[in-house]
Structure formats: C-alpha cells, structure tokens
C-alpha cells in the first residue's frame, strides 16, 4: 500500500511542474513522467493502482492535479482524458516492465514513448468531446505542442529506470 501511495504522491509532486501552453486548454506538466516511473517501478497492477488512488485524490479535492487543482470537473474537463489515459499508460507500461522491457535505455526508451502516446490516445479524443472541439484542432492543441516534452519525459526515464535496475542489481549480489 506505501508504494502506491507513493506512486501517486510522485505524480501529484510531478503535477505541479507545470506550464501554460497558449491557446491550449492543457499544461506540459511532469505527471506523464510520474506515470510511467510509478508504472515501471511497481508493475502493472500496483501502476494502475496507483493511478487510480491519484485520481480519487483529486477527484474528492485533494489539490494535486496540475497547478494545486482538483475536482470532478477538472477529471471530465477537456484534461480529464489525459488523466484517465494515466490508468492504461501505467498498466501496459507495467505489463513491459514486468517483462524486462525497462532494463535497458533503448527498450526502456521505446516502452515509455508508448506509455506517453497511450495518454494522447485517450486525451485527444476526450479533449474533441469536452472542449467541442475538431479532431484536427484537438491534435493541434492537445498533441502537438507535448510532443517534445513527452519524448523528454521519456529519455529522463528511460535513463534513469535502468539505472535504478542496476544500482539494485548491485545491491542484491
């Protein structure tokens, strides 16, 4: 229970990095960065779990979505996608890590890209329902602009997941 409850503490710390992106409904935050360490570290269940406890916190007004907010209208608001897209992200990201894919920086790399896109996969179309927006417009506003970021968000992790590995590899011989 300590570990999920500290997955989803990292990702709520992770939450308040945040910027503004003009002319988005949606900030870069590091919370996609939280997903898929909290993911890769505790495995697909615990991941989840751990997810999900994150959005009951905020859910029920504990501050800790992006920038201090919380609340039911802030999850079914147009970055409700992306907070619900953190549930698969971690569970698949999990599933690969449980099988090694994490390891190593390339496959981790690759793991984690996934995880990312996984998040835009339920947060665009999501932002096209809330937001009424267009599908073109929802990726020019919800997708383009975090690319970069989230292919950063995936090199930090995928540097540091192995590294992690191989400290506590050490550590059990």
């Not at 997955?7 to 898929?36: E, F, M, N």
């Not at 919380?70 to 890590?97: D, E, I, K, Q, Y």
């Not at 835009?120 to 417009?137: E, Q, Y």
Request: proline share 6%; aromatic share 8%; glycine share 14%.
């Amino acid at each position: 229970m300590a570990l999920i409850v500290g997955g989803a503490l990292l990702t709520a710390l992770l939450a308040q990095v945040s910027l503004s992106v003009p002319g988005s409904p949606v900030p870069i935050t590091g919370q996609s960065l939280g997903v898929i360490v909290t993911a890769a570290a505790l495995g697909p269940l615990r991941g989840a779990a751990a997810m999900g406890l994150y959005l009951l916190l905020g859910a029920v007004g504990l501050p800790v979505y992006a920038e201090g907010s919380s609340g039911l209208s802030r999850l079914m608001g147009a970055t409700g996608g992306f907070l619900v897209g953190f549930l698969p992200a971690a569970f698949l990201v999990g599933l690969a890590a449980r099988h090694g894919m994490d390891r190593r920086p390339w496959s981790a790399l690759v793991v984690f890209i996934g995880g990312q896109l996984l998040i835009f996969a339920v947060g665009v179309p999501w932002l096209v329902v809330a937001a009424r927006l267009g599908l073109a417009k929802a990726i020019d506003v919800g997708f383009l602009p975090f690319v970069p970021g989230g292919l950063i968000k995936a090199a930090i992790a995928a540097m540091l997941v192995p590294l992690a590995w191989r400290f506590v590899d050490r550590r059990d011989s």
